[in-house]
Every structure is written in C-alpha cells, then in structure tokens.
T-cell receptor, first 114, second 109 residues
Framework: DAEITQSPRHKITETGRQVTLACHQT?????MFWYRQDLGHGLRLIHY???????NKGEVSDGYSVSRSNTEDLPLTLESAASSQTSVYFC?????????????FGPGTRLTVL | GQNIDQPTEMTATEGAIVQINCTYQ??????LFWYQQHAGEAPTFLSY??LDGLEEKGRFSSFLSRSKGYSYLLLKELQMKDSASYLC??????????WGAGTKLIIKP
C-alpha cells in the first residue's frame, strides 16, 4: 500500500546542532508539505514543494530549509537547532492534480532540543 | 490577519450527538476541511466543503455557510473511539491551508 513515512519518530538533540528529518511518500504525489504542531497553536506551515526542484517558504520558515531532488522525498533541515524548535513535525503530501486536493499526513516526528 | 476559531475543548456522552463549530476570517476562500487527530497520531481527513450546505458521511456530517464564515462538524451516535481532536482548516486565496488550533472532544460513558 502507498504511504507516507517519517524518520526518526523521536529525536533529542542539542542547541546549535544540525538536524535533518526525513519524509518519504510512495503515492507519487506532486505536493509535499512540512508543518509543526505546538500546544495551543494550529498546524503551522514551514516549507512546501509543488514538484521536483520546487521549494517555497511557509509561515514559519526561519531556521529551516528543504530540498526536493525527487518526487518521493522532502527532507527538512534545521540548520542550527534552537530550543524554540522543540515541537512535533508533520510531513504531508497531496496529489497536486487540482488546487483543492486533500493532504495526507505522515506519523510525525517529536523533536526535543536541549 | 487570518483567523480560525474553534472551541478548545468539548465533552459529550457516548451515544449522544455533538456539534463542533468553526468560524473563520481568511483572505479568500477555496474550501474548508475537517480532520480528526487522535492523541499522538497524525491528522486524518474527514470532510471537505466548498459549497454551502450539509455534507453527510455516515455518522459524521459537515456544514458550511460561506456568507457567515461558519462551519460545523456534527458527530452522531458518539463512540468512545471518537475521543480525539478535530481540526478545522480553510484553503485561502493562495491555496494555502490555514489551520485552527483544534477542538479536543472528550467522550464520557
């Protein structure tokens, strides 16, 4: 079955370290998204991509970067982790065949920055 | 600015009906989504409304009034497994999803 996976599921790191969170989907979806979810806030968009070599900044992109070298993967990199980046991170994908298509989410990565 | 408002928490009884409201003020509107999220899990898609009216899907229904900037999710015959957070999200004029903070629904026996 097609799916979307994230790794690692849990990560503890130290302030200042570079961290990369992986997202892999096997639906052959064009669109991929990274969100963070914090208590009391809705999901907030970090970066998104509408296809290979395409990346765009979202609402809370500072301190994060992404690259899209193939259809299946959109890794999220924290250049220099900060305690404010402690959060649950969700990757999502959508077909991209129409503007209003549904996003499907991966299981999430819980990141703690000490 | 853009804003999605939902109650923070609601409590209901097993077997009953509950209505979760969502009001929005966004720059443009291209549809409204409801997602369910169990604790520690990913959001999963429940419904999508772009036209006014009621969409029914089994025990769950979703209503939209674009003129009022208002939607609700109606859950019937509540089951314990319906205990979860329910997220409202609006697709704005740039086709970006704007998310509410979610409503935590607690079901009591």
């Amino acid at each position: 079955d097609a799916e979307i996976t994230q790794s690692p599921r849990h990560k503890i790191t130290e302030t200042g370290r570079q961290v990369t969170l992986a997202c892999h989907q096997t639906w052959n979806h064009n669109n991929m998204f990274w969100y963070r979810q914090d208590l009391g806030h809705g999901l907030r968009l970090i970066h998104y991509s509408y296809g290979v070599q395409d990346t765009n900044k979202g609402e809370v992109s500072d301190g994060y970067s992404v690259s899209r070298s193939n259809t299946e993967d959109l890794p999220l990199t924290l250049e220099s982790a900060a305690s404010s980046q402690t959060s649950v991170y969700f990757c999502a994908s959508s077909e991209g065949s129409q503007d209003t298509d549904t996003q499907y989410f991966g299981p999430g990565t819980r990141l703690t920055v000490l | 600015g853009q804003n999605i408002d939902q109650p923070t928490e609601m409590t209901a009884t097993e077997g009953a009906i509950v209505q979760i409201n969502c009001t929005y003020q966004t720059s443009g509107f291209n549809g409204l989504f409801w997602y369910q999220q169990h604790a520690g899990e990913a959001p999963t898609f429940l419904s999508y409304n772009v036209l006014d009216g009621l969409e029914e899907k089994g025990r769950f229904s979703s209503f939209l009034s674009r003129s009022k900037g208002y939607s609700y999710l109606l859950l019937k015959e509540l089951q314990m497994k319906d205990s979860a957070s329910y997220l409202c999200a609006v697709l704005d004029s740039n086709y970006q999803l704007i998310w509410g903070a979610g409503t935590k629904l607690i079901i009591k026996p």
